[in-house]
């Protein structure tokens, strides 16, 4: 499950990276907050999903990742309502519904990584030779 949640996560958190790139910075449809720094922070979490997603066979290294973004994301947007442009990074102030996204990737990404049941493949059962 960790693996798909990078894949597709992954790439939509990059495919909105090249977005805001293309569009440049402002806020889109008076909603969201699109600014060169958020893209590129969004092409390098996008990426690392993506990777994990793709080409990483280690669960574990896939579910540490997947964890770690999550806790990012997690505390981007609990801090963001307090603080709406975290450590002035941004042009744009961060809105509620930018918010209210980076909670429910982190959440997400928290459960897929450390709470959801963990599914490894079996390992196959090796043919015990024959003494005799």
Same mark, same amino acid.
């Given at each position: 499950?960790?693996?798909?949640?990078?894949?597709?996560? =992954?790439? @939509?958190?990059?495919?909105?990276?090249? !977005?805001?790139?293309?569009? +440049?910075?402002?806020?889109?449809?008076?909603?969201? &907050?699109?600014?060169?720094?958020?893209?590129?922070? $969004?092409?390098? @979490?996008?990426?690392?999903? !993506? *990777?994990? +997603?793709?080409?990483?066979?280690?669960?574990?290294?896939?579910?540490?990742?997947? =964890?770690?973004?999550?806790?990012? *994301? /997690? /505390?981007?947007?609990?801090?963001?309502?307090?603080?709406? &442009?975290?450590?002035?990074?941004?042009?744009?102030?961060?809105?509620?519904?930018? &918010?209210?996204? $980076?909670? @429910?990737? =982190?959440?997400?990404?928290?459960?897929?990584?450390? /709470?959801?049941?963990?599914?490894?493949?079996?390992?196959?059962?090796?043919?015990?030779?024959?003494? =005799?």
């Amino acid at each position: 499950m960790v693996r798909e949640y990078g894949k597709v996560v =992954g790439v @939509t958190v990059l495919l909105i990276g090249v !977005a805001g790139l293309v569009l +440049g910075q402002r806020s889109l449809f008076g909603a969201l &907050n699109i600014d060169i720094a958020e893209d590129l922070i $969004h092409l390098v @979490t996008g990426g690392l999903l !993506a *990777y994990v +997603g793709f080409a990483k066979r280690d669960n574990g290294v896939a579910r540490a990742v997947v =964890g770690a973004i999550g806790v990012v *994301y /997690l /505390l981007v947007g609990a801090i963001s309502f307090a603080e709406p &442009n975290p450590l002035g990074l941004f042009p744009s102030e961060y809105s509620a519904l930018d &918010n209210l996204i $980076h909670l @429910t990737l =982190g959440i997400l990404a928290i459960a897929v990584a450390w /709470l959801l049941p963990r599914r490894d493949r079996p390992r196959p059962q090796g043919v015990a030779g024959r003494s =005799g």
